[in-house]
């Protein structure tokens, strides 16, 4: 294979690289002709291709018509793509994607109230389950807002319209848990910080976003930066 | 009890498995390669590459599961913890009867399934019914060996 700079695996099945013009063509047919013998066929509905991250500013070649033959034109991305859960490309394509998470948030949450009745499963699944669905996005929140945010920044209490959301429908759902209306709960900074503190501690373990969104851009951030440099 | 011997194995081309948003260096590096690489990036990217995000056929469940438990047939009880009772995922209903999430034994998608495979993954995709066939046989080893 011919990845000139840097090939990055995810999942098993699904990984992404990073090609010259000239030879991602030659790249898909011969993963074909060699795979096959060892049982590995593209999917070529799901394999895709990005090229800029501005619509308007195509990049036109011709190698790449070779490309656009094999794979579906809906999988010729112009705008980003999400790799690994977290969506990478120009400002309005990670805002709406990070919405969209903030919104299915909001309507898991809503349905863990609706349609379970026991406190203490709605409360695991709020805890173990919904909240985890988040953190893998709170780097691309970062990566999003830093550029334009107020210095310094305090590592422990990010602000942003995506946290902002997700402490909203924590609120509302702690609300909801200690029989409190939703409508005039005025949670205090004792209750948020017993709320977030670990079960051994007393606490509900609750995921505080705000506290930990620094900390997941920096730290992988810090591990990545061999790879790039 | 698998950690070391995982580790063995994997190491150093697996960085995800138990370890908190372990891949995350990997997004990292790939905003990095788009800045750098694509129109649209900021001022002093190139416009010579192209990403192309494959995408395999799944090889996890065309390849026999049979042969990859005889391949490790140490794993057989982690095999059986993943897809029998202990998998099972209860909740309440709202008249306080209990139940359990249909279908949901079967995890498509077992982290160590990649290495066995890679063992045992057949010359060309079996069709639907080898597949269904191959599943059945498999899980009928599985309850005897229960």
């Not at chain 1, 705008?79 to 994607?97: I, R």
């Not at chain 1, 079960?199 to 620094?214: H, K, R």
């Not at chain 2, 047939?73 to 029998?84: E, R, T």
Request: proline share 7%; with cysteine; aromatic share 12%.
């Amino acid at each position: 294979m011919m990845a000139r700079d840097l090939s990055l695996p995810a999942w098993g099945h699904t990984w992404m690289v990073l090609f010259p013009y000239v030879n991602a063509g030659f790249a898909i047919h011969n993963f074909q002709e060699l795979g096959a013998p060892h049982g590995l066929h593209l999917n070529l509905d799901k394999t895709k291709k990005l090229t800029t991250l501005d619509p308007e500013v195509p990049a036109a070649d011709p190698d790449l018509l070779q490309v656009l033959e094999l794979i579906k034109q809906a999988n010729c991305l112009t705008c980003g793509t999400t790799y690994l859960g977290s969506p990478s490309s120009c400002h309005s394509y990670v805002s709406e994607q990070l919405d969209s998470a903030a919104d299915a948030f909001d309507v898991s949450c809503i349905a863990i109230q609706a349609q379970l009745s026991d406190h203490h499963t709605q409360l695991t699944l709020f805890t173990k389950c919904l909240q985890a669905t988040v953190p893998h996005l709170l780097a691309a929140d970062v990566l999003l807002w830093a550029p334009g945010a107020l210095h310094p920044i305090d590592p422990y209490q990010w602000s942003s319209l995506f946290v902002s959301r997700l402490n909203a429908s924590t609120a509302s759902f702690l609300a909801y848990i200690t029989g409190q209306p939703i409508t005039c709960f005025n949670i205090s900074l004792l209750q948020w910080f017993l709320a977030h503190t670990p079960v051994a501690s007393g606490g509900l373990s609750l995921q505080d976003f705000a506290a930990q969104e620094v900390a997941s851009f920096v730290i992988p951030l810090a591990h990545s930066i061999h790879f790039v440099a | 009890v698998y950690v070391a011997e995982f580790a063995a194995l994997l190491w150093p081309f697996q960085f995800g498995i138990a370890l908190v948003l372990g891949m995350q260096f990997l997004v990292h590096a790939f905003h990095a390669l788009l800045d750098k690489y694509l129109p649209g990036a900021p001022p002093g990217s190139t416009c010579s590459q192209a990403f192309i995000q494959f995408d395999l056929t799944n090889m996890f469940n065309a390849a026999s599961q049979m042969k990859m438990m005889r391949y490790r047939s140490d794993l057989v009880p982690i095999f059986d913890l993943l897809y029998y009772d202990a998998n099972m995922c209860w909740y309440q209903k709202l008249d306080e009867s209990w139940d359990v999430f249909p279908g949901q034994r079967f995890r498509s998608g077992l982290p160590i399934k990649p290495f066995p495979c890679l063992q045992c993954a057949p010359p060309n995709p079996p069709s639907p019914t080898q597949q269904t066939d191959a599943q059945s046989s498999c899980l009928q080893s599985l309850g005897q060996l229960w």
